[in-house]
C-alpha cells in the first residue's frame, strides 16, 4: 500500500477487501499490510491506508518471523522452526497459497508441539503498532510516522 500514488487506489483496495469478508468479520478488525518479502518499512502503507485503517478502527498486525513459505522444496519449516526458535514470542506469517505452507505445515506443527512451544490465536504486542484504531506503539515502526 505504500507504494500506491493513488490514495483511492489504496483505500479502494482495503474497502473492497472489508465487503468480501461481510458478515465473516469480527471483532477487532485485523488487517496485516503487504510485505513484500516480510520487508517492514515505508512501503507498507501510505498516509490515505494508515488514516482509513486508523478511522476504521483497525488493529494493524505486523510479524516478526517469514519463513519464506512460497519458495518451492519445504526449507521454510526449519528456517520457521530456527526463527521461532530464538524468540520468546513468535508471529509468523504463512501463506494458503498453491506452493504456500500447506504441504509441511503438519511436520511443522508437529515440531512445535515436540519442542513444548504453545500455539495461540494473540498477537505479541511489539506486533501491533494500532489496536483498535488508536495508535500504540510508534516506536514499532517510526519511519512510517503512524
Known amino acids: 500500500m505504500g507504494r ?17 469478508v461481510g458478515a465473516l468479520a469480527e471483532a477487532p478488525r485485523l488487517f496485516r499490510p503487504f510485505g513484500g518479502a516480510g520487508k517492514i518499512g515505508p512501503q507498507l502503507l501510505n498516509h490515505a491506508a494508515r488514516e482509513h485503517l486508523l478511522a476504521e478502527g483497525y488493529t494493524c498486525v505486523l510479524w516478526n518471523s517469514i519463513p519464506a513459505d512460497w519458495l518451492k522444496g519445504g526449507e521454510w519449516v526449519e528456517r520457521a522452526l530456527e526463527q521461532t526458535a530464538a524468540q520468546a514470542w513468535s508471529l509468523v506469517v504463512l501463506h494458503d497459497i498453491p506452493g504456500g505452507c500447506v504441504d509441511d505445515l ?13 500455539i495461540v490465536q494473540d498477537f505479541p504486542f511489539d506486533s501491533l503498532p494500532t489496536v483498535a484504531g488508536q495508535l500504540v506503539r510508534p516506536d514499532v515502526l517510526p519511519e512510517l510516522e503512524l
Do not use: S
Open 106 to 118: 503438519e511436520r511443522f506443527l508437529d515440531a512445535l508441539e515436540a519442542r513444548g512451544d504453545k
Open 4 to 20: 500506491i500514488a493513488d490514495t483511492a487506489e489504496a483505500v479502494g483496495e482495503i474497502t473492497a477487501c472489508e465487503a468480501e
